[in-house]
């Protein structure tokens, strides 16, 4: 007789095992409703005024928002209380007819659009919570510039865009001029976060992230990106920053560092520009930024600032394009940090900042600095372009690059323990370049003092504004290497095709070679040197040492 037991509860024991299977395939599915039902509560809809969108959905239920209708200027501005974009994605209607769309196939016309659609479509949350953005926003009909601004905050992961002309993510407040255009956005507070899945705006014109604070730790693909991160005013017509000019005042603490690429963030655009646009912040990039053409930064208040970077990568691709890190320092700071930017209060580095700004104010990035720090400890290489690093104060670690075809410039002073190389190299300010490397086929330019203890120099020619220390350093120059100060050389090696020193020249236990003149303005020490040249030596003393005339 087959055992048909029973249940405490009067069940056979096999119709539990068939309850418990089908429990188990249904949990997901339930499991979906509620994540539905969720994410449907969480894109709310602000019921006061005439900004008020009408929320439905597609006939797979992928979300809907039937915009309002724009503006005299083509501005659609709707207002939620809540707004974020599940896996579903979200679609955003700006058609008044029936839309075929990737998301949800075909949707019905919005009712409330008007015969005109939206040229710019401004989704601002008017709630308190912020908002994620992990999946992807369709604009049905026109393409339109998409604004999300959130000033408590965004977060993307796994968000991207289709049929955007532009996509702006901000925590600042649009600001309207008379006649209905956004003028700006002005921003205090929030800050965006990339994570996860990260951001691709590759099928887009342009992305902008506009925050008190960014911090990347997952990948942002661009054809063009914008990132603006301090307390500013961003015009949006012509991509311009004010920052302490602006009159706006941070609510609440100040970012550590205005723009953060961590270890497992990386930036990817053929054009990045980077701004940190207030006091006591910086660029900060552990990881990476790659670009096909260039990328901006803008330290702000090199103050603080410092800290700015850690580096990271910032890679330009085949367009030619420039990478600008400025910073316009605003306070420099702290000096300490602010010139520490970085290595700032230093100024010294931080500034050497300090050196190259201005020192005293050694923070102050010497005002000097113009701005936050830069640090590099990734890579930073413009492929078809320039580079362009402006701050308080810039520091390439052991192991980094930053490489251009065409040149690399850098202002407000520099420490570089890392590689550089371009075509034409130009620092405005001092550059430390101890056990660093440096190599041009063209011009190398030092406005500031030059310090290369146990670096490298292997250029095309080469002109140092200031004092030259090469104490066990290498200069190597296809061309002619001017000098404007003094020059030491202890245990150095100097070989040029012409060599000219405004200042006195140690070479104690040192090698200069010259393949035409050497011209020393004030006296040569040359105790154990060897100086050696083709057509000839004129100094104004010299003591000890070996000079010698030599075949080219």
């Not at 080469?462 to 290497?481: E, P």
């Amino acid at each position: 007789m087959k055992n048909t037991r029973q249940s405490e509860n009067n069940v056979p024991a096999i119709s539990r095992n068939k309850i418990a299977i089908a429990l188990m395939f249904a949990a997901p599915a339930l499991v979906g409703l509620y994540a539905s039902a969720a994410a449907a509560q969480a894109l709310s809809a602000d019921a006061a005024g005439a900004n008020r969108p009408a929320i439905g959905a597609a006939a797979n239920g992928t979300p809907i928002v039937n915009i309002v209708a724009p503006n005299a200027a083509g501005v659609s501005h709707n207002k939620f209380t809540q707004y974020n974009v599940g896996l579903a994605g979200l679609i955003v209607n700006n058609s008044s007819t029936a839309a075929q769309t990737q998301l949800g196939g075909s949707i019905a016309g919005n009712a409330q659009l008007g015969a005109t659609p939206a040229k710019v479509i401004l989704n601002e949350v008017t709630g308190a919570s912020a908002s994620s953005l992990n999946g992807t926003t369709e604009i049905a009909g026109r393409a339109a510039h998409l604004i999300v601004a959130n000033p408590n905050g965004i977060t993307a992961n796994g968000a991207n865009f289709v049929n955007a002309t532009r996509a702006t993510l901000t925590t600042g407040q649009a600001r309207f001029d008379t006649a209905g255009n956004i003028a700006s956005i002005d921003t205090t507070k929030g800050r965006i976060d990339i994570q996860g899945a990260g951001l691709d705006a590759r099928n887009i014109d342009q992305l902008d992230l506009i925050a008190r604070g960014i911090e990347v730790n997952a990948a942002v693909q661009a054809k063009k990106l914008v990132g603006v991160a301090g307390v500013s005013r961003q015009d949006l017509r012509t991509d311009t920053t004010s920052g302490s000019n602006s009159g706006l005042v941070g609510q609440g603490a100040e970012p550590s560092v205005a723009i953060d690429v961590s270890q497992l963030g990386s930036m990817y655009a053929n054009s990045i520009r980077l701004v940190g646009g207030q006091g006591g912040m910086g660029v900060n990039g552990a990881n990476g930024a790659n670009g096909a053409n260039g990328a901006n930064g803008t330290g702000g208040n090199g103050g603080n600032g410092g800290n700015g970077g850690n580096g990271g990568t910032i890679i330009i691709g085949n367009n030619s394009g420039t990478i600008v890190n400025s910073g316009n320092g605003g306070n420099g700071g702290n000096g300490g940090n602010g010139g520490n930017g970085g290595n700032g209060g230093n100024g010294g580095n931080g500034g050497n900042g300090g050196n190259g700004g201005n020192g005293g104010n050694g923070g102050n990035g010497g005002n000097g600095g113009n701005g936050g720090a830069i640090s590099v400890q990734g890579r930073i290489a413009a492929q078809a372009g320039d580079v362009s690093l402006s701050s308080g104060s810039v520091a390439i670690a052991k192991g980094a690059t930053v490489s251009a075809t065409n040149g690399v410039s850098v202002s407000g002073g520099a420490r570089n323990q890392g590689f550089i190389s371009a075509t034409t190299v130009s620092v405005a300010g001092s550059l430390d370049n101890s056990s660093g490397i440096v190599r041009s086929s063209g011009k190398t330019t030092v406005s500031g003092s030059t310090r290369n203890a146990g670096g490298s120099f292997d250029v095309g020619s080469a002109a140092f504004s200031g004092s030259l220390d090469n104490t066990g350093g290498t200069i190597k120059s296809a061309g002619k290497l001017n000098v404007s100060g003094s020059a030491t050389n202890t245990n150095g090696e100097i070989d040029a095709k012409g060599i000219a020193v405004a200042g006195s020249l140690n070479n104690t236990a040192g090698r200069v070679h010259s393949g035409a003149s050497i011209d020393i303005s004030g006296s040569a020490k040359n105790n154990a040197g060897t100086i050696e040249y083709v057509k000839a030596f004129n100094a104004n003393g010299k003591t000890g040492g070996t000079v010698t005339k030599v075949k080219s």
